[in-house]
């Protein structure tokens, strides 16, 4: 009698901790499908307004509790590469390039686009490191959309940066001097 209720105890103190991170916000469907394949069990915790604690105390989370423990864990890391990912889409969905004026001649040029290229270089490499990390597997498509869209984009700027270059480079040949009188009009 006293060994059961002792054993009970301590499967007690087991099950609280894993109850506490299951618990979290982090813990999606497909987590709650990995624990019950981890426990051996089958119960559908989301959305339903009947699953109760009591079947998950049957789903004996002891035994599986290093699995479970996995499964929070890669949880907490899926929540943070969502919102990182959420934080890069926003950031580049809301960018605004800054255009001046070119000699006074009412034509715009890109501005200040050193920094922008700085700025494209370093989430393209926390997009490549995100898409190397473990527990990626949900968000990889996502991810990886993304970076090819901030490729795209970073190459475009180059060739921009380029043409630009180039044109207020010969600009000034083309509309004065002697060039620009032998030209048709």
């Known amino acids: 009698s006293f060994s059961q209720l002792n054993r009970e105890i301590n499967d007690f103190q087991t099950i609280l901790p894993l109850l506490r991170e299951l618990s979290k916000d982090s813990i999606k469907a497909r987590h709650w499908e ?3 394949v981890a426990c051996n069990a089958k119960f559908d915790v989301v959305g339903n307004a009947d699953f109760k604690l009591e079947t998950l105390l049957k789903a004996d989370l002891v035994s599986a509790r290093d699995e479970i423990e996995e499964i929070t ?6 929540l943070k590469i969502e919102h990182q990912l959420g934080e890069i889409k926003y950031q580049w969905k809301t960018k605004e390039f800054l255009f001046a004026e070119w ?9 200040s686009t050193p920094v922008i290229v700085e700025e494209l270089e370093e989430v393209q490499m926390n ?6 990390m473990r527990h990626v597997k949900p968000f990889r498509k996502i991810a990886q959309e993304l970076l090819t869209s901030l490729s795209e984009t970073s190459d475009t700027i180059e060739s921009w940066v380029k043409v630009q270059t180039m044109w207020c480079a010969l600009e000034s040949v083309f509309t004065g001097g002697d060039i620009a009188k032998q030209l048709p009009k």
């Open 34 to 36: 990995d624990v019950a």
């Open 73 to 78: 864990d890669g949880a907490d890391k899926q």
């Open 103 to 111: 000699k006074d001649r009412g034509i715009y040029v890109l501005k």
């Open 127 to 132: 997009l490549q490191t995100v898409l190397t």
